[in-house]
C-alpha cells in the first residue's frame, strides 16, 4: 500500500514518523520511521469464502456458501489469542463478505478487547442500522468498503448483482454518518478505468476518509481477467490521473487519504513525476520511500485464509507457511521451512531480470512476486506489471543479463 498523500506531504510526514518513538506510530507511519524496529505483520484474515456477490476479479473465488472445513468461530478464537500473544498489531476481517459469518463480531471484539485494532473490509451490501450498532460495539473504528465503478452501470455488472452500488452507498453512509473511518475500495482494470475520474467525484462528495486504488492481482477469479488488466501506458494515465488529484487533495488542505496498492512501482513512478518539477520534494519523498522498502508480502503482511493456512498475503495462497489448527502462528511466521517464503525476507539479491537490475528495487523490492510467480513461473522473475521504462528505471544490457543469472530458489 502506497499512502501517496502521505508522501506529497513528505516534510509533515517525516517529522510526524521521527518526532515520536517507533512504538508510538501508526501502522501508516511506522514504515516511515527512520530506524524501524522488525516490526510483527499487519493479518489480513479472510473469515469465510461465503459472499452474496460475484466480482468477476475476486482474488478468492468467493461464492454463496461458505466452505464446509472454514474454521469454526471457538477456533478462530483461540487463533485471536495467539495473535494477541505474538503481537500481531492490526487484523483485517475480510471475505467473501466478513459480515455473512456468524462468529464475526464476537471473533473481533476479542481482537480488540486483547488490545489488536480491528478493521473490517467488505462489499457493503450488507451494512444496516443493526450492522452498524453491532460493528461500535465489537470495537471496529474503520471500515472500508469495495465499489467497481463511480456508478451502478459499471459496479453492478462488475459485481454481479443488480443494486449492489445502491446499497454499498447505503452502507459507506451510515458507517461515515456513525462516526468510523471510512475508506472506499476500487480495483483498477480495463472495464472501469474510465470510471476512475467519476470515483474521485465519488469519494469526495460522499466525504470518505480514504480511497484505495488497487491493481489487478492474478490470483482467484482475478486471474481469470489477466488479458483485461491494464497495459503499461493505461497504467501511467491512471497513475497520472491519480497524482494529479492527489497534488489537488493536498493543496486544498482536504483531509481524504488517496493510497494506491498491489503496485509498488507506483512509488518510482511518483518519484519521477515529481522530480521533474520539484527536486527537493522528490528527494524526501525518495528518502521515505527507502524507509518504507517495497513490497512487504510475507514481511509486513500476512494471510489467515479461511480453513487457516497461513500465506504470505491474501492474493498468493499457492505458498503456504502450515495451519493454525496444526501449529501456533507465531511459529509458523517464525520458521516458515518454504526456501520462498524465506527468501522474501532477503529478497533484494534474488530478483531476476528487469527487477533484478532496476535502481529502484529497494524501493519497490519487485512488487508482487505472485504475479510474476503466475506470469513465469518463477517467484523471482520480473513483475509482469511493472508500467516503468527501461531508460526509467536505469538499466544496462550487462546488469540485465547478471540479474537474469540469479540462482533459482524454489
Same mark, same amino acid.
Given at each position: 500500500?502506497?499512502?501517496?498523500?502521505?508522501?506529497?506531504?513528505?516534510e509533515? *510526514?517525516?517529522?510526524?514518523?521521527?518526532?515520536?518513538?517507533?512504538?508510538?506510530?501508526?501502522?501508516?507511519?511506522l514504515?516511515?520511521?527512520?530506524s524501524?524496529?522488525?516490526?510483527?505483520?499487519?493479518?489480513? =484474515?479472510?473469515? *469465510?469464502?461465503?459472499?452474496?456477490?460475484?466480482c468477476?476479479?475476486? +482474488?478468492t473465488?468467493? @461464492?454463496?456458501?461458505?466452505?464446509p472445513?472454514?474454521?469454526?468461530?471457538r477456533?478462530?478464537?483461540?487463533?485471536?489469542?495467539?495473535?494477541?500473544?505474538?503481537g500481531i498489531?492490526?487484523?483485517?476481517?475480510?471475505g467473501g463478505?466478513?459480515?455473512?459469518?456468524?462468529?464475526?463480531?464476537e471473533?473481533? !471484539?476479542?481482537?480488540?478487547?486483547r488490545?489488536?485494532?480491528?478493521?473490517?473490509?467488505?462489499? !457493503?451490501?450488507l451494512? %444496516?442500522e443493526?450492522?452498524?450498532?453491532?460493528?461500535?460495539?465489537?470495537? &471496529?473504528? +474503520?471500515?472500508?468498503?469495495?465499489?467497481?465503478?463511480?456508478?451502478?452501470?459499471?459496479? %453492478?455488472?462488475?459485481?454481479?448483482?443488480?443494486g449492489?452500488?445502491?446499497?454499498?452507498? @447505503?452502507?459507506?453512509?451510515?458507517?461515515?454518518?456513525?462516526?468510523?473511518?471510512?475508506g472506499?475500495r &476500487?480495483t483498477?482494470?480495463?472495464n472501469?478505468v474510465?470510471?476512475?475520474?467519476?470515483?474521485?467525484?465519488?469519494?469526495?462528495?460522499?466525504?470518505?476518509? @480514504?480511497?484505495?486504488?488497487a491493481?489487478?492481482?492474478?490470483?482467484?477469479?482475478?486471474? /481469470?481477467?489477466? #488479458? /483485461? %488488466?491494464?497495459s503499461?501506458d493505461?497504467?501511467r494515465?491512471?497513475?497520472?490521473?491519480?497524482?494529479?488529484?492527489a497534488?489537488?487533495?493536498?493543496?486544498?488542505?482536504r483531509t481524504?487519504?488517496?493510497? *494506491?496498492?498491489?503496485?509498488?512501482?507506483?512509488?518510482?513512478y511518483?518519484?519521477?513525476?515529481?522530480?521533474r518539477?520539484?527536486?527537493?520534494?522528490?528527494a524526501r519523498?525518495?528518502?521515505?520511500?527507502?524507509?518504507?522498502?517495497?513490497?512487504?508480502?510475507g514481511?509486513?503482511?500476512?494471510?489467515?485464509?479461511?480453513?487457516?493456512?497461513?500465506?504470505?498475503?491474501?492474493?498468493?495462497?499457492?505458498?503456504?507457511?502450515?495451519?493454525?489448527?496444526?501449529?501456533?502462528?507465531? /511459529?509458523? =511466521?517464525? %520458521? #516458515? !521451512?518454504?526456501?520462498?517464503?524465506?527468501?522474501?525476507?532477503?529478497?533484494?539479491?534474488?530478483?531476476?531480470g528487469?527487477?533484478?537490475?532496476?535502481?529502484?528495487?529497494?524501493?519497490?523490492? !519487485?512488487?508482487?512476486?505472485?504475479?510474476?510467480e503466475?506470469v513465469?513461473?518463477? #517467484?523471482?522473475?520480473?513483475?509482469?506489471?511493472? +508500467?516503468?521504462?527501461?531508460?526509467?528505471?536505469?538499466?544496462?544490457?550487462?546488469?540485465?543479463?547478471?540479474?537474469?543469472?540469479?540462482?533459482?530458489?524454489e
Amino acid at each position: 500500500m502506497l499512502n501517496v498523500t502521505k508522501l506529497l506531504r513528505a516534510e509533515q *510526514t517525516e517529522r510526524e514518523a521521527e518526532s515520536k518513538k517507533s512504538a508510538g506510530l501508526s501502522p501508516a507511519l511506522l514504515r516511515y520511521a527512520p530506524s524501524p524496529a522488525r516490526r510483527k505483520p499487519i493479518v489480513v =484474515w479472510n473469515l *469465510t469464502r461465503g459472499c452474496n456477490l460475484h466480482c468477476v476479479h475476486c +482474488y478468492t473465488s468467493s @461464492r454463496a456458501e461458505p466452505d464446509p472445513d472454514e474454521l469454526t468461530t471457538r477456533e478462530a478464537l483461540s487463533v485471536v489469542d495467539d495473535l494477541a500473544a505474538f503481537g500481531i498489531p492490526v487484523i483485517i476481517f475480510s471475505g467473501g463478505d466478513p459480515l455473512l459469518h456468524p462468529g464475526l463480531f464476537e471473533i473481533a !471484539g476479542r481482537a480488540a478487547a486483547r488490545g489488536i485494532s480491528i478493521s473490517l473490509s467488505t462489499n !457493503g451490501t450488507l451494512i %444496516d442500522e443493526t450492522t452498524v450498532t453491532a460493528l461500535r460495539s465489537a470495537g &471496529f473504528r +474503520y471500515v472500508g468498503v469495495s465499489v467497481d465503478g463511480a456508478g451502478p452501470a459499471v459496479n %453492478d455488472r462488475l459485481r454481479g448483482h443488480p443494486g449492489a452500488f445502491k446499497e454499498a452507498l @447505503r452502507g459507506i453512509r451510515l458507517c461515515r454518518d456513525a462516526g468510523f473511518t471510512v475508506g472506499l475500495r &476500487f480495483t483498477l482494470s480495463k472495464n472501469n478505468v474510465h470510471d476512475l475520474p467519476g470515483l474521485f467525484d465519488l469519494a469526495e462528495r460522499e466525504r470518505v476518509d @480514504r480511497l484505495y486504488i488497487a491493481h489487478l492481482v492474478y490470483a482467484g477469479r482475478g486471474a /481469470r481477467i489477466a #488479458p /483485461r %488488466d491494464l497495459s503499461a501506458d493505461e497504467t501511467r494515465k491512471a497513475m497520472d490521473l491519480i497524482l494529479a488529484r492527489a497534488e489537488s487533495a493536498v493543496a486544498q488542505e482536504r483531509t481524504m487519504e488517496i493510497v *494506491t496498492g498491489s503496485n509498488d512501482a507506483d512509488g518510482p513512478y511518483l518519484y519521477l513525476a515529481i522530480a521533474r518539477r520539484d527536486p527537493a520534494l522528490a528527494a524526501r519523498i525518495h528518502r521515505l520511500l527507502l524507509r518504507r522498502g517495497g513490497n512487504s508480502s510475507g514481511t509486513a503482511i500476512a494471510n489467515i485464509d479461511p480453513q487457516g493456512n497461513v500465506h504470505p498475503d491474501q492474493f498468493w495462497t499457492r505458498r503456504t507457511y502450515g495451519n493454525v489448527r496444526k501449529a501456533p502462528f507465531g /511459529r509458523l =511466521w517464525q %520458521d #516458515p !521451512g518454504d526456501p520462498v517464503l524465506l527468501g522474501l525476507r532477503d529478497r533484494e539479491r534474488l530478483l531476476k531480470g528487469r527487477c533484478g537490475a532496476c535502481r529502484f528495487r529497494s524501493t519497490c523490492l !519487485g512488487s508482487y512476486r505472485a504475479r510474476a510467480e503466475v506470469v513465469h513461473g518463477d #517467484p523471482w522473475a520480473p513483475d509482469p506489471a511493472c +508500467y516503468l521504462t527501461d531508460d526509467e528505471i536505469g538499466i544496462t544490457p550487462a546488469a540485465l543479463e547478471l540479474a537474469s543469472t540469479q540462482p533459482t530458489v524454489e
